[in-house]
C-alpha cells in the first residue's frame, strides 16, 4: 500500500490549477457556438486528402516545403514562422520559452480562456486587466476597449512583467486594437514579449494584421490559426511568427514534430483555394452586419465586432426576466447551438457569423424568441430526434423509420403512402397562405433535377456503376430504364436504385460495394469525378424574381454536406435559408416529413417543387401544394407529368423557372 507521503505529486502549478471542461460535446445542429467555419473548408482540402496514398501516412512529416508555401502567402521569410498546432500550441511554447515559474504574464479579460489555462500551466503570476464596457457611436453598437494606458502602467512594474498577451480581435467582445497601438506599447516596453493572436484576423478590414512588423519589432510575436476563416479546426494547425533574435529561441523550445502531415496538406490545399476563403469572408462580413442590424432592430444591446461573431446582451431589451440560458437552450431546440457566455459577461450570449444562410436561421430564431409574449417562451419546436441517424455521407444506409412509425420509404420497394394508391388526389387548393408576422411565405425546392441537372452524373453514375460490378456482357443501363424505375417511385436513393438494376441482371452485390463504387465515380478520385458534368438550371434573374417573393428552401435526398457544397460551388448558397439533407430526416421521401420539419421551423410552405412521383408524394402527405418540373432530358414528360397530376399537383412546368407563375402572391398578416 502506498502511503500518502510517497503518492505521486503532480507539480505545484498544475495542482493549483482549476479543471478545465472543454464543452464540445454533443454538437449535432448547426454550430454558431464555437465560431468556426460551419460551411466547412474548401471542397480543395477534401481531394487532397482524398489522394493520399499509403506512403504518405508510413512518413514522418516534412515541414521545410508547407513551411515555404505558408511564409509564402503571408509574405513572410520561411525562417520567421514557426509551424504549431493550433495557436493554443504557440502560446504555451512562448510563454514556456520565455517566462520562468513566478513571473507575470498580462492578459486583458473577458478574453480566450486559453490564456490563463496554459499561463496558469506553466506556473506564472497572471495580471488580468478589464476591457471597459462603452457607448459606441449612435446605432453602431456598444464597444469593449482595451486602454492601452492601462497596459502600459502593467507594464511599467519592476520587475517587468515577461509577456503580455492581446487577443485582436478578442474573443469574445470582437474589440480591435489599432494595430499602432500596440506597435507603440512594444516600442515602449522593450522587456517585455507582445504576444498578439491574429485568429480572427481575416475578418478585421486589414487581414494583414501585424505579421509584418514582426521583422521590425524584436519583441513582438503573432499568432495565426488555420481554425477559423480556413474551416480547419479539426486539423489543429496555426503559426507563430518571430522576430530574427527570438525565433531560434522558439524553435530550440519547439517539439519537433507537434504538427501532423495531415493537417500540413490541408492548410496548402486550402492557401491555393483564394476564390473560397474570398467568398467565406464577403459572407461573413455581411452576415455579421446583418446579425448586428437584427440585434439592434429587436431592441438588443450589442457590441461592435471586428470577428465572425457577435457578442450581445441577452437578458436585456425584450427579454425581461428570461435568463440568457433560456435563449441558448430555445435555439438548441431548434437545432442552432449558440454560445452562453454569461461567464465572462453576465446575461450574454456569442452567435458566430459565417454563410449568409446560417446567419438568417439564427436571425429568424431570435426574431421569434423576442417577439413572444412576454412570460411566454415559444415552443422549442422540433427536438433533435435521439432516434435520427447520424449525419451520413452519401455511403450511410436510408435512415431508419422512427420506432413506432411504419416506415414508407424502404429502399428497394416501391413507394407507399399514407393514401392508397389510385385513391383522390388530396393537393390543397392552390389559396395563398397566410404568413408569420412580415416574413415571406416559403417555397421549397427539390434539387436533383429541379435546380441542379444531375442528368450527367448520378444518371450516368447508376449506369457506370451497374456496367462496373456488372461485368462483362451485362445488359447496359439505359436511361430510359431508369427514369421508368424513378417514375414508379420509391428509389430515391440512387445507391439502391443501382443496386436493384444490378439484381435484375441477374447480379447480387453487397450494398456497400454498390456505394463504394458508386461514390468513385460520382466524387472522382481527386474531385474529379461525374459531379463536375452538374449545372445550375435556375438563371439568376428567375432565382431573383422567386426571392423576391419567398424565402427559398431545399429538401433534397443528398446528403446535406454534398447539397451545400454545390449550391455553395453554383455561388447560390446565400439564397437559401435551409437546406433539409439525407440525414435530417428520419424518413426520406415519399415520407412527409421534411416538409413537416421545414414548415415548423420556417413557417407555412407556399409550394413545393419536384420531379419525382416520391417528391409529389411527399407534399401530398404533408399537404404542401406541389409543383411538377420536368427534369432535364427525361425521355417520356407526358407520362410524367399524368402521373404528377393524378397524386395531385398546382400544374407541371418544364423548369422551375416558369412555376413562380402557378403562385399567386401571397397574403401578408
Ligand atoms: C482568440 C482565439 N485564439 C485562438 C483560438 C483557437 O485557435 P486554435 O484552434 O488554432 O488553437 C481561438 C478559438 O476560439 C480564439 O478565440
Given at each position: 500500500m502506498t502511503r500518502d507521503s510517497e503518492a505521486l505529486k503532480p507539480r505545484a502549478a498544475v495542482a493549483a490549477m482549476r479543471p478545465y471542461h472543454p464543452p464540445l460535446e454533443g454538437r449535432d445542429g448547426l454550430r454558431l457556438d464555437f465560431n468556426e467555419n460551419t460551411s466547412g473548408c474548401s471542397p480543395r482540402v477534401i481531394a487532397a486528402l482524398r489522394s493520399l496514398t499509403a506512403e504518405d501516412l508510413a512518413r514522418y512529416p516534412e515541414y521545410g516545403p508547407a513551411q515555404a508555401d505558408i511564409a509564402s502567402h503571408f509574405g513572410?521569410?520561411?525562417?520567421?514562422v514557426l509551424l504549431t498546432n493550433g495557436v493554443d500550441d504557440a502560446i504555451f511554447l512562448t510563454l514556456t520559452t520565455f517566462a520562468d515559474p513566478g513571473e507575470t504574464v498580462v492578459i486583458a479579460e473577458p478574453t480566450f480562456a486559453m490564456y490563463r489555462f496554459y499561463a496558469e500551466r506553466a506556473g506564472l503570476r497572471i495580471e488580468a486587466l478589464q476591457y471597459q464596457d462603452l457607448p459606441g457611436a449612435p446605432g453602431q453598437g456598444r464597444v469593449f476597449h482595451l486602454d492601452p494606458a492601462a497596459i502600459s502602467t502593467a507594464l511599467a512594474q519592476s520587475p517587468h512583467p515577461r509577456v503580455v498577451i492581446v487577443a485582436?480581435?478578442?474573443?469574445?467582445?470582437g474589440s480591435l486594437l489599432p494595430n499602432r497601438a500596440i506597435l507603440e506599447l512594444a516600442a515602449a516596453h522593450p522587456a517585455t514579449l507582445f504576444f498578439v493572436d491574429e485568429a480572427y484576423a481575416d475578418f478585421t478590414p486589414d487581414p494583414a494584421g501585424l505579421l509584418a512588423a514582426v521583422e521590425r519589432q524584436p519583441n513582438l510575436v503573432v499568432a495565426r490559426t488555420f481554425s477559423k476563416a480556413h474551416g480547419l479546426a479539426a486539423a489543429r494547425l496555426g503559426i507563430l511568427v518571430a522576430p530574427p533574435a527570438l525565433e531560434p529561441y522558439l524553435r530550440r523550445a519547439h517539439a519537433p514534430y507537434n504538427v501532423n502531415a495531415l493537417a500540413l496538406i490541408c492548410a496548402r490545399a486550402a492557401l491555393a483555394d483564394a476564390d473560397w476563403l474570398a467568398e467565406y469572408r464577403r459572407q461573413t462580413l455581411a452576415s455579421r452586419e446583418r446579425l448586428q442590424a437584427a440585434l439592434a432592430a429587436l431592441g438588443l444591446t450589442w457590441w461592435r465586432s471586428a470577428a465572425n461573431f457577435v457578442l450581445f446582451q441577452a437578458e436585456g431589451g425584450p427579454a425581461r426576466n428570461r435568463p440568457a440560458a433560456e435563449l441558448v437552450q430555445f435555439c438548441r431546440s431548434r437545432g442552432i447551438l449558440v454560445r452562453d457566455r454569461g461567464r465572462d459577461v453576465a446575461g450574454t450570449v456569442r452567435i458566430t457569423c459565417g454563410p449568409l444562410a446560417d446567419t438568417d436561421r439564427a436571425i429568424a430564431l431570435l426574431q421569434e424568441y423576442y417577439r413572444a409574449p412576454r412570460g411566454r417562451a415559444p415552443r422549442g419546436g422540433v427536438p433533435p430526434d435521439p432516434a435520427a441517424p447520424p449525419?451520413?455521407?452519401?455511403?450511410s444506409p436510408p435512415a431508419p423509420a422512427r420506432s413506432g412509425t411504419p416506415s414508407q420509404a424502404h429502399a428497394g420497394a416501391p413507394a407507399s403512402s399514407a393514401t392508397p394508391p389510385g385513391s383522390a388526389p388530396s393537393q390543397p387548393a392552390a389559396t395563398p397562405r397566410p404568413t408569420k408576422g412580415n416574413a415571406l411565405p416559403v417555397a421549397v425546392f427539390d434539387m436533383d433535377g429541379v435546380l441542379v441537372d444531375v442528368s450527367g452524373s448520378y444518371r450516368r453514375a447508376i449506369a457506370a456503376t451497374v456496367a462496373a460490378l456488372g461485368g462483362a456482357g451485362v445488359e447496359p443501363v439505359a436511361d430510359a430504364e431508369i427514369q421508368a424505375m424513378k417514375d414508379a417511385g420509391g428509389y430515391n436513393n440512387d445507391w439502391d436504385l443501382s443496386r436493384e438494376l444490378l439484381r435484375r441482371r441477374g447480379v447480387e452485390v453487397p450494398r456497400e460495394t454498390v456505394i463504394a463504387a458508386f461514390n468513385r465515380l460520382y466524387h472522382g478520385e481527386n474531385g474529379d469525378g461525374l459531379r463536375r458534368t452538374e449545372r445550375w438550371l435556375l438563371p439568376p434573374p428567375a432565382l431573383t424574381a422567386w426571392r423576391r417573393r419567398y424565402r427559398l428552401a431545399i429538401f433534397t435526398g443528398r446528403p446535406r454536406g454534398e447539397a451545400e457544397t454545390a449550391l455553395r460551388e453554383f455561388g447560390v448558397a446565400a439564397a437559401f435559408e435551409c437546406c433539409l439533407g439525407l440525414e435530417d430526416v428520419a424518413r426520406g421521401k415519399p415520407a412527409p416529413d421534411g416538409l413537416l420539419i421545414l414548415a415548423d421551423r420556417?413557417?407555412?410552405?407556399?409550394a413545393f417543387l419536384g420531379d419525382t412521383v416520391d417528391d409529389a408524394a411527399s407534399a401530398r402527405d404533408a399537404a404542401v401544394p406541389f409543383i411538377g418540373v420536368l427534369p432535364p432530358g427525361h425521355a417520356a414528360p407526358q407520362a410524367l407529368a399524368q402521373r404528377f397530376t393524378a397524386i395531385g399537383c398546382l400544374g407541371v412546368v418544364p423548369s422551375a423557372a416558369d412555376a413562380l407563375a402557378l403562385l399567386p402572391e401571397a397574403v401578408r398578416l
Open positions: 513572410l521569410d520561411p525562417a520567421r485582436n480581435p478578442n474573443n469574445p467582445t449525419p451520413a455521407t452519401r455511403s420556417l413557417g407555412p410552405l407556399a
